[in-house]
Nanobody, 126 residues
Framework: QAQLEESGGGSVQAGGSLRLSCVAS????????MGWFRQAPGKEREVVAA????????YLVDSVKGRFTISRDNAKNTVYLQMDSLKSEDTGVYYC???????????????????WGKGTLVTVFP
């Protein structure tokens, strides 16, 4: 099981940008997809984005399409989430995950992840 550590969270005004990073260490699966979940206050955890090991396939939840971009650098064992045009509804704790790509858009995404980071808080204020 890999250890995942997020960074890059913070507070930003609506319309602004943040870039989240997640570094994987320890026992990493050689071809594991990675992605991001978020949990807003009082809401369930939801998938935000995912990317296959090669980077050839990506998934973004409809609410962030056109604003967020997911990418990865396998040489650095790092996945990124570039968040632009942030809205107040993007506020929440963002979690980095590793798991089978198909699980990210299945009905059991949360249970289907192999590894979780501790999360990083993103706050978007008006």
């Amino acid at each position: 099981q890999a250890q995942l550590e997020e960074s890059g969270g913070g507070s930003v005004q609506a319309g602004g940008s943040l870039r989240l990073s997640c570094v994987a260490s320890g026992r990493t699966s050689s071809r594991t997809a990675m992605g991001w979940f978020r949990q807003a206050p009082g809401k369930e955890r939801e998938v935000v984005a995912a990317i296959t090991y090669s980077g050839a396939n990506t998934y973004l939840v409809d609410s962030v399409k056109g604003r967020f971009t997911i990418s990865r650098d396998n040489a650095k064992n790092t996945v990124y989430l570039q968040m632009d045009s942030l809205k107040s509804e993007d506020t929440g704790v963002y979690y980095c995950t590793a798991g089978p790509y198909g699980n990210y858009f299945s009905g059991y995404a949360v249970a289907g992840m192999e590894s979780w980071g501790k999360g990083t808080l993103v706050t978007v204020f008006p």
